[in-house]
């Protein structure tokens, strides 16, 4: 059974930082894309951040500069470390798993609020 699991949300002030975690089982995990997405209230989903197998990472313009995405092979878990927090950072943040043609998976969320 593939699971994605996130943990590490919860309330910050704006300026604060928090570091999200997303613990994968059932996958060969080192083979697979991850990927850090995120929904607000009223919006789209959103692509933070993604990180390839062969060690490219990318992301959104919204969080250059303040996120970082990384990931240990060894655990089989992603991160996503989040400086400088805005209240528009305010989301579900959701962790993905993905290789060539296969099917996608996807974590249950976990909540990040920013607000004073």
């Known amino acids: 059974q593939v699971q994605l699991v996130e943990s590490g949300g919860g309330l910050v002030q704006p300026g604060g930082s928090l570091r999200l975690s997303c613990a994968a089982s059932g996958i060969i995990f080192k083979i697979y894309t991850m990927d850090w997405y995120r929904q607000a209230p009223g919006k789209e989903r959103e692509l933070v951040a993604t990180?390839?197998?062969?060690?490219?990472?990318t992301y959104a313009d919204s969080v250059k500069g303040r996120f970082t995405i990384s990931r240990d092979n060894t655990k089989n878990t992603v991160y996503l470390q989040m400086n400088s927090l805005k209240p528009e950072d305010t989301a579900v943040y959701y962790c993905?798993?993905?290789?060539?043609?296969?099917?996608?998976?996807w974590g249950q969320g976990t909540q990040v609020t920013v607000s004073s």
């Open positions: 993905g798993a993905h290789w060539a043609n296969a099917r996608s998976y």
């Open positions: 990180f390839t197998s062969g060690g490219v990472t």
